[in-house]
């Protein structure tokens, strides 16, 4: 069945620092893939997503491409902030459905 | 707006008893999801609701947990009895009705059970 693999944290890393989360996937036919981030004490956010492959989805500075030949879409962000602690999620979701399929997170600490 | 609530924030109880979740969604919202992340695992999909109706129950790991909708607005979530496999976030999402690949799908901030 399909399934998400993301990278084990915490990652931890300086202020501008630059990042990499990666993240994996098993799917039949073309799902789309997401990043959410949870905050501390809040409901998870949609952060990026990519409906196709070669998609780049960008937000807040972060950015994942879809790459269907190593069915990938690893976050990365070119300098973190102290404000980016949270736990990040990769998901997939087929297309014709509404559920989401989520890797197991990535806690990402960021100290000044 | 509104955001998606969950109450309670987090609940303590002890191995056979029972525990109701509520999730009230964004007003207008027909689609309302539940979802569960067992402790250090990925957050799994339990059931939709479509306003009152199941539209998908697949994800329910078993006959202890009941999920209702009455009425087509807030959600409940009941655990009846309790195991200890049973504790984790349990988090509510809802959407529009034609909200299209979840780019418009709005999270609660969870319910942490412990179940001791």
């Known amino acids: 069945g399909n399934s998400v693999t993301q990278m084990e944290g915490p990652v931890t890393l300086s202020e501008e620092a630059f990042l990499t989360i990666n993240c994996t996937y098993t799917?039949?036919?073309?799902?789309?893939l997401f990043w959410y981030v949870q905050y501390p004490g809040e409901g998870l956010q949609l952060l990026l997503k990519?409906?196709?492959?070669?998609d780049k989805g960008s937000n807040k500075g972060f950015e994942a491409t879809y790459r269907k030949e190593t069915t990938s879409f690893h976050l990365e962000k070119g300098s973190v902030q102290v404000s980016d602690s949270a736990v990040y999620f990769c998901?997939?979701?087929?297309?014709?459905?509404?559920?989401?399929?989520f890797g197991t997170g990535t806690r990402l600490q960021v100290f000044p | 707006e509104a955001g998606v609530t969950q109450f309670p924030s987090h609940s303590v109880i002890e191995k056979g008893q029972t525990v109701t979740l509520r999730c009230d969604p964004i007003?207008?919202?027909?689609?309302l999801y539940w979802y569960r992340r067992v402790m250090g695992k990925e957050i799994k999909f339990l059931l939709h609701?479509?306003?009152?109706?199941?539209?998908?129950e697949s994800g329910m790991p078993n006959n202890r947990f009941l999920a209702e909708r009455t009425g087509g607005t807030y959600s409940t979530l009941k655990v009846q009895p309790a195991e200890l496999e049973d504790s984790g976030v349990y988090f509510c999402?809802?959407?529009?009705?034609?909200?299209?690949?979840?780019?418009?799908?709005?999270f609660g901030s969870g319910t942490q059970l412990s179940v001791l």
């Open positions: 007003s207008g919202h027909d689609n």
């Open positions: 990519a409906t196709k492959a070669d």
């Open positions: 609701f479509v306003k009152e109706s199941k539209q998908d």
């Open positions: 799917a039949t036919g073309y799902p789309s």
């Open positions: 998901a997939l979701s087929d297309h014709g459905t509404d559920k989401l399929i």
């Open positions: 999402a809802s959407s529009h009705r034609d909200a299209a690949t979840n780019e418009k799908l709005f």
